[in-house]
């Protein structure tokens, strides 16, 4: 009878044929049975044999192993054997008794494994073996093991066949590539192990000393191909990359075996690579930067020297003009080649009268420029000889010789009448005149008269006051006027010439000439810039948005026009020409001009805005104005962080790591590039992005460069990364007009196993925080029981309100100029994984202060003024934005680089008759600091008519700001009638939002134009509506600056809620509540749990919303917070509180199932309730005559739903329409299921708050209809 097979997968076991079961109970025993020990790689089995009570004479057995057949009662008794396959065994017993020889067997698995301590080693530096015995044996055996590489390395000792390691050490003496192997032999007869081979690499340490490359600079001519030869003492191995000016990169691969002979006499090896046509062509002639890169896997040198590809000179010629001027003024001095680079241009300026020389410099072109410009200077009138001298690496050109004269020059002349000026009256055109000391004459022809002046420029600085802006810097020009009665209307052509002693120059001017006189009056940017003339130019380091203020008399019937210009200018003193003029789209007819830095290129800008106005019905020019302002784009650097913190925990069970950029890809950042770069080491990670392309030493990846990839994201596998403790990410990102910058992010690997944790950063992020602004952090974590949050460089010090907290609002005053901020969350298991993200403080402007004056006065009535003085940041002007405080919220009066806000209105002071401005003074990269000031205004009930003229100009002339002043202040009086509030509305309703301070004020004039909406109709409400939906769709684009964005959705819900009071406005009280919930998730983000977010009164209701902490809300989940109304006073039963409950959960992300509405995981819940009048079973529905509220429903899963609502007289029945929405998401809440009900209930109410109880339909009898949330 055969027998059957059994696998035998345990680590040892006892193995016994026939066992005694069988004997026991009479089994009819096979005549063979088969065992199987399978083995993966690396694997190996021992296998013992031996004898119980053998008997041959009742009977014999064979056992068959592979490859062995053994008799037990013959010769050949059992032995141990090992095994590194799979072993199958075989036995045949004859005997039929169970009373004859049993055999049995004992089996082992285990491994034999050799490892290094490193796969790549020095020269000189010992390499550590251990050979290795794992699993459990169970016995003792004596082996011989030894280390071999070709057959010549051993070291004999004896390890014991148990669990165990054998440690040794070798010092090789010539660097190569080893095949290393581990082989065992014992005392007794087996089969011998060994290991597979390993790959080890000795390698020389590359250092200048080792290499002694002489340095010389290589000079060849261009075109010719040539080599560029390198010669360095002998190593191995080595690769070799040369990278010309980072543009062109050849490699030049080590030789395949080590030359044993050049490596002992440290011989001379010569490197060569080809610089061919082509590659010449590229770089052009010229010196180029040339950095050869030596290196292998354990040391690199980086070799920096010059290569200059020379053309000989042809066609040298210098040009200077015949007459020129004198000190100070400089003239120019052209030297053109046809053909040579580099160059050398001396040159020397002499005297003709004295031979004494008055100047001498030198040029040196590098590149192939045809035309090289010299700046010079004489000191005085006179006859001068230029000599000047060419010179190159391979010719040298002939002498040349050029004669001029130097005099009295002009060099720019500007007309302008200032202002426009009437007909038939007289009138001043100014010329401003820019030359050297002396005498001239002016022939001037304005409407085709001449007119003769002589002048005199007697010095170099002229101290003009009471001038508007210039496109100049008008203090070294001379101010001429001419009086005149100019006739013609339009723009007039002004045309003369200005002469020497034998010079003339000629100049061509317009002036602007109106019927009558000018509707619009003193017009300025605000620039911060009242003197006239160009001051330091405003740096344009992200943004920067101008606007205009100016006074305007003009009739009803005109029309206000803008244009910008951008004239880039050389200096301050070159006028604006437009020849150069830089295009821009819709944004140049706005009345707002935003100038980013990505949209120029660096350097000096001239902006022009000019302000027309037309009668709409005549098309007769009423007024036209001009103004100029300064600035300036720098060189600039992104400033941006690697997301998630600067320090963070993982383990290798993560099987990939994700870094993310903190810059939002937009069509500004559009041309930006990134290159991730990854090391073991901080110190070797690099600066420039081509040297970590090419370099491999202390890589995250084997025999790789440290450059991963390009793009937003870099994603790393960790099976890819060679094994490390820590690794280091590196981030360049770069772009045209931006330097190249950096940002670092260290990973630490943990042995045992790490709870994934993240930290975000939700408001006041990024590389640089503003120290006015607090930080709020949230430390993500999915499996955390808990959380601390830990401040250094103070070493332990914790931040006790942010304990235990998903959240951590930090207050700047707590940190200094440079914080880390650790986050640790914490398992059941108290197992923990860390974060840190360190917090760098932008530099703040010291000194200065604000005052308003008079210190009292009338509402309505007194004209104010708030100046700041003496706030300085170096030679950067400062943003001034001034609010108008109430309640709490802040509502944006002025903005723009003015100091100071003049002639505004303040209404009457709420407690004490005090009104608080808050000035805030904010520099370009927007750290801020504060000013609050206190005025006393006390209330005259009337509101001078004049006022209203003035917001009626501020309206014609889409004066934004000026309009937010007087609408603030107005819209609690009766002077905005319903005529007015629609003209406001309307003209909101047109104009553009182009930056955030231009949307802030349209919010903020909305919430107040809608203060009282009895007066709107429904042309208007759906303005409003449209103004709101614009706003809401620009809010987020900034999402570094909460503070801002937060200030106009606090407007907005407070919009949204006056209108909601209207009975009329039923039919879009969906849509607004779904506005609500949009506006509350935006201003829910720069929160924590136990703040205010918003107080809020409407004509019934007066209350506040509150972020509460997890154990307040919800005992039966502790990672949910949410919203809840506090301190409800009602006063009247028609009105509506139109605010919603969050329960945010970011950390439970589990499968949403099509389950029942009223079963689904409760996360957020609103409740509008239509009251029915009592005694009332007749239907009532969202949009009939019944009242509507709306109320907080926090309901879970099974439980009785219940509302709290506010204290009012409510009937006993109530309808209820409910939208409960499931929000989740690991970045962000996000929607991801919403189910709507319809419920009808009783209402219960205490001393102050009411309850809604829903009740079953059937258990009611004659229920009143109730309308369905759609």
Not at 37 to 58: Q, R, S, V, Y
Not at 414 to 425: A, C, D, G, Q
Not at 640 to 657: P, S, Y
Not at 662 to 671: A, E, F
Request: with cysteine.
């Amino acid at each position: 009878m055969s027998g059957f097979s059994m696998v035998l997968r345990n680590a040892s076991g006892t193995v016994v044929f026939p066992t005694t079961e069988e004997c026991d109970n009479n089994t009819v025993l096979p005549d063979t049975r088969e065992w199987e020990i399978p083995l993966k790689a690396g694997e190996l089995a021992f296998l013992t044999f031996k004898e119980t009570a053998i008997n041959c004479l009742d009977g014999w057995q064979v056992l068959k192993t592979t490859g062995i057949q053994t008799d037990i009662c013959g010769p050949n008794k059992p032995q141990n054997y090992f095994f590194r396959k799979t072993v199958n065994i075989s036995m045949t017993r004859f005997s039929k008794s169970c009373n004859s020889t049993k055999i049995a067997f004992i089996y082992f698995r285990f491994e034999f494994h050799l490892t290094m301590s490193s796969h790549h080693i020095k020269l000189g530096q010992p390499v550590h073996f251990f050979v290795g015995l794992t699993g459990d044996l169970g016995l003792k055996m004596y082996l011989d093991c030894w280390i071999e590489y070709k057959g010549s390395l051993t070291f004999p000792t004896n390890i014991t066949l148990s669990t165990s390691t054998l440690s040794t050490q070798h010092l090789f003496q010539y660097p190569g590539s080893y095949l290393i192997r581990a082989k065992c032999d014992g005392h007794e007869k087996h089969v011998p192990f060994e290991t597979s081979d390993m790959n080890l690499n000795v390698e020389c340490g590359l250092s200048p000393s080792s290499l002694q490359i002489p340095h010389k600079n290589l000079n060849m001519q261009f075109l010719k191909p040539t080599d560029l030869v390198f010669h360095h003492r002998y190593c191995y191995p080595i690769s070799y990359s040369l990278l010309l000016d980072d543009v062109i990169m050849v490699e030049n691969h080590t030789e395949q075996n080590l030359n044993e002979m050049k490596f002992l006499l440290k011989a001379f090896k010569k490197v060569e690579f080809n610089l061919n046509s082509s590659m010449q062509q590229l770089l052009g002639p010229g010196p180029h930067n040339v950095t050869l890169m030596l290196q292998n896997n354990v040391s690199y040198v980086v070799y920096p020297t010059t290569v200059t590809l020379n053309e000989e000179i042809k066609d040298f010629k210098v040009i200077v003009e015949e007459y020129v001027g004198f000190h100070p003024h400089h003239f120019i001095i052209n030297a053109t080649v046809s053909q040579g680079a580099p160059i050398s241009v001396s040159i020397q300026i002499k005297s003709t009268e004295s031979n004494l020389s008055h100047f001498s410099g030198s040029l040196f072109c590098p590149r192939d420029y045809l035309s090289m410009v010299m700046k010079a200077n004489v000191s005085q009138p006179g006859i001068y000889t230029v000599k000047a001298l060419a010179k190159s690496n391979i010719s040298l050109s002939s002498l040349l010789w050029a004669q001029f004269e130097a005099l009295p020059q002009i060099y720019n002349v500007f007309i302008s009448s200032l202002k426009p000026i009437s007909s038939y009256s007289r009138n001043y055109v100014y010329a401003f005149v820019r030359g050297d000391i002396g005498d001239y004459v002016m022939t001037i022809y304005l409407q085709g008269r001449p007119e003769n002046h002589s002048f005199t420029i007697s010095k170099l600085e002229y101290d003009h006051k009471d001038l508007p802006s210039l496109p100049f810097d008008a203090k070294s020009y001379k101010l001429i006027k001419v009086e005149r009665v100019l006739y013609h209307i339009g723009m007039q052509q002004v045309t003369g010439f200005i002469r020497n002693s034998k010079q003339s120059f000629p100049f061509v001017g317009w002036v602007d000439v109106l019927e009558t006189s000018s509707c619009l009056e003193d017009l300025r940017i605000r620039d911060g810039n009242y003197q006239g003339g160009f001051e330091n130019p405003l740096k344009v380091f992200d943004y920067l948005t101008f606007s205009v203020d100016f006074k305007f008399t003009c009739k009803n019937m005109s029309e206000v026009r803008y244009k910008w210009l951008v004239f880039p200018v050389a200096t301050d003193m070159d006028m604006a020409t437009y020849t150069y003029e830089v295009e821009f789209e819709k944004e140049s007819f706005e009345p707002e001009l935003i100038i980013r830095a990505d949209t120029l290129s660096p350097g000096l800008y001239v902006i022009k805005v000019k302000v027309t106005s037309e009668n709409v019905k005549s098309d007769l020019l009423e007024g036209k104005l001009k103004d100029y302002t300064l600035i300036e784009i720098p060189q600039k650097k992104l400033h941006f962080v690697i997301l998630g913190g600067n320090v963070l925990q993982t383990d290798n069970n993560m099987t990939v790591l994700r870094f993310e950029s903190s810059i939002d890809y937009n069509k500004y950042y559009q041309h930006i590039s990134y290159n991730w770069f990854c090391s073991i080491k901080q110190e070797e990670l690099p600066t420039r992005i081509v040297m970590g392309k090419i370099q491999r030493k202390d890589s995250c990846f084997d025999w790789h460069t440290l450059w991963v990839t390009s793009g937003h994201v870099m994603e790393i596998s960790m099976n890819e990364l060679r094994q490390s403790e820590h690794y280091y990410i590196r981030l360049i990102v770069s772009g045209p007009n931006y330097d190249a910058t950096y940002a670092d992010q260290k990973v630490v690997v943990q042995a045992r196993q790490a709870l994934i944790v993240n930290l975000k950063c939700w408001s006041n992020c990024g590389k640089y925080f503003s120290p006015h602004l607090s930080i709020i952090l949230q430390l993500e974590c999915d499996n955390c029981l808990r959380r601390k949050w830990t401040l250094s460089p103070n070493p332990g010090h914790q931040l006790p309100l942010c304990d235990y907290q998903e959240f951590c609002k930090l207050n700047a005053s707590l940190l200094i100029p440079s914080s880390n901020v650790t986050g640790t969350g914490y398992n059941i298991h108290g197992e923990n994984s860390s974060v840190t993200i360190f917090l760098n403080a932008l530099s703040s402007h010291s000194g200065g202060s604000c005052i308003v004056l008079p210190r009292m006065g009338s509402a309505y009535t007194t004209k104010f003024n708030v100046t700041c003085a003496g706030y300085i940041e170096g030679k950067y002007q400062l943003m001034y934005k001034f609010f108008l405080q109430e309640k709490g919220h802040r509502y944006l009066l002025q903005y723009g680089f003015d100091p100071v806000l003049y002639d505004i209105i303040l209404p009457p002071g709420r407690s004490s008759n005090d009104v608080t401005i808050v000035v805030e003074i904010c520099t370009p990269d927007q750290s801020c600091v504060e000013e609050n000031l206190s005025v006393t205004v006390v209330d005259n009930y009337d509101v001078n008519d004049g006022v209203i003229n003035e917001l009626d100009a501020a309206l014609l002339s889409n004066n934004l700001q000026k309009i937010a002043q007087f609408v603030l202040v107005l819209s609690s009086t009766n002077k905005l009638n319903q005529s007015k509030r629609k003209e406001i509305i309307s003209k909101m309703a047109e104009y553009p939002m182009l930056s955030l301070e231009s949307v802030k004020q349209i919010a903020d004039v909305i919430s107040h134009i809608t203060n009282n909406p009895k007066l709107l109709e429904e042309t208007q409400l759906q303005d409003v509506q449209d103004i709101l939906d614009r706003v809401e769709s620009l809010v987020p684009f900034s999402a570094s600056r909460y503070d801002d964005a937060n200030s106009i959705v606090r407007s907005c819900m407070t919009t949204t809620s006056q209108l909601m009071r209207l009975v009329r406005f039923y039919p879009f009280k969906n849509e607004e509540n779904l506005r609500m919930n949009r506006l509350g998730k935006l201003l829910m983000a720069s929160l924590t749990p136990g703040e205010e977010v918003i107080s809020f009164e409407t004509k019934s209701v007066e209350g506040r919303m509150l972020k509460l902490n997890n154990h307040v809300t919800n005992p039966f989940d502790a990672n949910t917070s949410f919203v809840q109304l506090s301190n409800l006073q009602s006063h009247i039963t028609d009105d509506v509180i139109n605010v919603e409950q969050h329960i945010i959960d970011g950390r439970q992300r589990r499968p949403l199932q099509d389950l029942d509405p009223t079963m689904l995981p409760f996360v957020l819940t609103w409740v509008q309730a239509t009251t029915v009048p009592e005694p009332s079973h007749r239907p009532c529905s969202l949009f009939g005559p019944c009242s509507v509220f709306t109320g907080l429903m926090p309901t879970m899963a099974g439980k009785t739903a219940s509302a709290r609502l506010m204290r009012t007289r409510f009937p006993a029945w109530l309808c209820a329409n409910v939208v409960t929405t499931l929000l989740q998401g690991w970045s962000g809440p996000r929607v991801i299921k919403e189910a709507r009900m319809s419920l009808q209930g009783r209402l219960r109410c205490s001393r102050r708050n009411c309850w809604f109880f829903p009740t079953n339909w059937t258990t009611m009898r004659s229920p009143p209809t109730c309308g369905t949330a759609s």
